[in-house]
Each structure stands twice: as C-alpha cells, then as structure tokens.
C-alpha cells in the first residue's frame, strides 16, 4: 500500500474513543477509564496505528500526571466480559510536572499492530495524578488506525 502524502488521513479511521475527568485522590484518579468498544469486523480491515492520549492538568508546584497500563484489551464477547490484554500494557510516568504549579498540556502516543486481535476490542488506561490536594485532569483518547484501502469511512 502506497499512502497519498497530501490525503495521509483517507487511510486512517479513529476509534474506540473515550475520556476521563478526575480530582487527585478523588473521583477519576488512579481509575481505569474505557473506550467504546470496536467490532473488528464492522472496519476495514484494520491493521495497525496508534493509541493516542490527550489533554491537560492543572498540577501544584511539582506534582506530575502519569497515564498508567495504556492497553488494549479484547475478546469473543461483544460487552468484552471475556476481556484479556492484547498486549502488555504501558505506563507513561511523569508525562507532565508543573514547574510552580500551572496547567499542564499534553500528548502521547503508543503504536500498535492489531494483527492478532480478537473480533472485539477496546482502548484503556489509568490516569493517575500524584497530588492528594485540588490538582484535576481531562483526557481524550483513542485509536487512528490504518485500513486496507482508503478513503476509510467515518
């Protein structure tokens, strides 16, 4: 497969979208958050690309966020109640530390080869925060990944 530098995007579909809020040492903090769930036979043929994770914290003076065991989990099952990990999960630790307390931005990516996945799957991660005062976050995430031909539907 040839991509069309100027059209990238036609091969790319972005699923199994989530997000999260959370108070440090309260609601959402150190708690896993899901996205939708993805029939992989309702794509094209998805193959790989990557997980991504965005969003911003308003951390105290040193005091970080970490998004801990970014995976994909999958299954037989359409609810996933048979759920296992894809693959081993990974922990971003430190992605953002305030230097004198401040709202922090941020972005990470992960790749990921989805040859092998089971029929159904989905996005999830811990967001943690290592404050245990009035640091808060909001997230964004998902996965852009690559089908077999494009344009890709939406």
């Known amino acids: 497969m040839q991509i069309n530098d100027k059209d990238a995007g036609a091969y790319l579909k972005v699923v199994s979208g989530g997000g999260a809020r959370g108070v440090a040492a309260g609601t959402g903090d150190n ?5 939708d769930i993805v029939d992989q036979l309702a794509h094209e043929n998805l193959r790989s690309g990557l997980i991504f994770v965005a969003g911003s914290a ?13 995976k994909i989990e999958h299954g037989d099952a359409s609810n996933l109640s048979d759920k296992a990990d894809f693959f081993t999960a990974v922990d971003f630790d430190d992605v953002k530390v305030s230097s004198g307390g401040s709202t922090e931005i941020f972005a990470i990516k992960l790749n990921i080869d989805l040859w092998g996945v089971k029929r159904y799957w989905r ?10 005062g ?3 976050f909001e997230i964004g995430f998902g996965v852009a990944a690559i089908g077999d031909s494009a344009p890709l539907t939406t």
């Open 123 to 132: 996005v999830s991660c811990i967001p943690d925060l290592d404050a245990t």
């Open 58 to 70: 308003v951390l105290a003076d040193t005091k970080s966020i970490s998004i801990k065991s970014l």
């Open 134 to 136: 009035t640091d808060t």
């Open 31 to 35: 708690t896993e958050t899901v996205g």
